[in-house]
Structures are given as C-alpha cells and as structure tokens.
C-alpha cells in the first residue's frame, strides 16, 4: 500500500501525511497538479492499493472543486478507483447535504464520518446517508492512528441514537 498525495494548498498537509505513512510505514509521493497524477500512478504501479489525499477544501470554492474534480477524473484513466468522501460528524445537515450535492455532480463516492469522538448528536449520519445514498464506510473516533478509525458500524450508531452505550 502507497500514499499520494495532491494536498499542498493546506500548511504543513505533506508534513502530516508523512508522518501517518511513516507510522504506517508506507512510501508518500507528492503531486502538484492534475496532469501529474497518471505518472505518480505508474511510480508506484508495484503496490496493490494507492491511497491518494485531495486536499480540503470549502464546496463554496468553484476553482477548488474543479481541482478535485480534474484530480479525480485523472485517477479514473485505466484504474480501478474508490472515491470517500470525508465528513465531520459535527457539520450542520444542510451543510452536508450541499457538500454531498457539490460532490455527487463529479464522484460516486462513499462516506467516511470522522470527530465522533466529539459529538453525541448521531442523527446526521444517518439521514446524508439516506439523502446522498452513499454507503456508511469507515468512522473515526480520535486523533491516534490508526488505531481509532474502524469500519462504520450502524448498529452502534443506532444504539446511541437511541441511547444506549
């Protein structure tokens, strides 16, 4: 397994993404456009599984999500690809609803919630799955890695929405 990743707009992103590949000890490699990503690909064509980090970015940003959406347009060319989008457990609905709508008009994606370690409101998790139809992946439950990310569990959540531990 491989990281690549396109994330250079944010401060200290690669820093902290190499960091993460050296606990998980996996190479990084770092791609500055859209146009770069088919020769990271074949760089790293030796490793079953490439996980590629877009950079954050506010849906509001048109320029932005046509980055991500070139970058994700790229990784399609000849490969098998699985697009995640990652959500706060934390975001108000109506604004996962708009990243979900952003999203949708250029990915099929799956969903991963992380903070859920700081909320104990359950329900959005729920309805953007309902609204948006993308499957439940993958949750986070703290900052260690990777120790607290775990496959989405939906009976767990149920369970807390309706009160149980």
């Keep these: ?19 993460y590949a050296n606990i998980l000890d996996m190479p990084l490699t770092i791609v500055y456009s859209s146009e770069e990503i088919q020769d990271a690909i074949r760089n790293l064509s030796e490793y079953d599984l490439i996980l590629v980090d877009t950079a954050g970015f506010s849906h509001k940003n048109a320029a ?56 104990s409101c359950y329900g959005n998790l729920l309805n953007i799955h309902l609204y948006s139809g993308a499957d439940l992946s993958y949750a986070t439950y703290g900052q260690n890695v990777p120790d607290d990310i775990e496959v989405f569990d939906t009976q767990k959540i149920v369970k807390k929405l309706l009160g149980g531990d």
């Design 64 to 119: 932005q999500c046509e980055d991500v959406k070139k970058l994700i347009g790229g990784l399609s060319v000849g490969n098998k690809t699985e697009v995640y989008l990652v959500l706060s457990a934390t975001t108000k609905y109506r604004d996962l609803q708009d990243m979900c709508n952003i999203y949708r008009t250029f990915a099929d994606y799956r969903l991963i919630f992380t903070k859920l370690d700081e909320t």
């Design 1 to 19: 397994m491989a990281f690549l990743t396109a994330d250079t707009y944010r401060i200290a992103a690669t820093e902290q993404l190499r960091t």
